[in-house]
């Protein structure tokens, strides 16, 4: 498998550094459902990669959250850190 870089992440990782799951396996079970979206496509895998410019759609239990990644973190950091990787465009 290929190492992370700096252009990407693993979405499962990033679900977690930015604060959308409080742990992997739970990232990874939401991916696995196949309702999560990386640019407007479909996945469940967990180590599908990420990218500063993608758009995300996670369905959540309070509603459907689409967002733009702005930056990938390298560890999971407070709030307001992990609210700085990303751009939210819709909310509901």
Known sequence: MDEEDTGWQRLDKFLFY???CKTRAVAAAL?????LRINRQPTEKPHAR???GDI??????????VIEILALAKRRESAPQAQALYKEIVSG
């Open 18 to 20: 930015a604060r959308f």
């Open 31 to 35: 991916i696995a459902r196949g309702h």
């Open 50 to 52: 990420l990218r500063p």
């Open 56 to 65: 995300l759609t996670v369905p959540l239990p309070h509603g459907v959250v």
